[in-house]
């Protein structure tokens, strides 16, 4: 499995965009990059996830660079609410671990008033 | 659209004592995950049923964990008997499953468990 490195901590001011930085150099051709981020006490919450081209959706901007080595997870304005643990993964594309989730320690991103 | 529902939402039990927690997908998924989430790690995969069957169970310790989809939907882990390293998260997840190499998984809350 592609493993994945995330810095430990982040702060972001409320209403500012919040970049979460991703490393995943050993992703293989067909692996997706996911994310999740999960709200104390509560379960792991889908964001968003892209192969190769950036992704939006209502939540967050996905941009995956070209080499797919490296991407960054954009949440355009955010709130207080977005204080969580977000989780980049590199989902497992072959064999026995078909679709495994493969979580790491994740970024505590922390945002303030 | 109801998500993943789990029961109970909190247990509390002597070691040694059995338990069991409930796990109801979203309805039409056909792939289901039970994940283990100790206090400030990520969640990790104990086995993965894709309908009846258990595809992936090489992270289910199964001395004393078992699990169970008998009509692949609902599905029930049990652990008999409980130790007080069981104390953690357990989280169900559920994807619409199928060869497609993108199919996203679904988390419902999960259930703490203290091992007293």
């Known amino acids: 499995d592609a493993k994945t490195t995330q810095p430990t901590s982040m702060d972001c001011a409320e209403g500012r965009a919040a970049n979460l930085p991703c490393n995943h150099s050993?992703?293989?051709?067909?692996?997706?990059v996911y994310w999740y981020r999960q709200i104390h006490s509560q379960g792991p919450q889908y964001i968003i996830h892209g192969l190769k081209n950036n992704e939006t959706n209502e939540m967050a901007s996905l941009i995956i660079t070209e080499d797919r080595k490296s991407s960054t997870l954009i949440l355009p304005h955010a709130t207080l609410r977005d204080t969580a643990v977000y989780y980049c993964i590199v989902r497992s594309a072959g064999g026995t671990s078909y679709g495994k989730l493969t979580f790491g320690q994740g970024t505590i991103l922390t945002v303030h008033p | 659209e109801a998500g993943v529902v789990q029961s109970p939402r909190y247990k509390i039990i002597e070691k040694k004592q059995p338990v069991a927690f409930w796990c109801n997908p979203i309805s039409g998924h056909n792939t289901l995950y039970w994940y283990l989430q100790n206090l400030g790690q990520g969640p990790e995969l104990l086995i993965r049923y894709e309908n009846e069957e258990a595809v992936d169970d090489s992270q289910l310790p199964k001395d004393r964990f078992s699990a169970e989809r008998l009509k692949g939907v609902d599905s029930t882990l049990k652990i008999q008997p409980a130790e007080l390293g069981d104390s953690a998260v357990y989280l169900c997840a559920s994807s619409l499953g199928g060869t497609g190499l993108t199919d996203t998984q679904y988390f419902g809350p999960g259930t703490r468990l203290t091992v007293l």
């Open positions: 050993t992703i293989s051709g067909n692996e997706y």
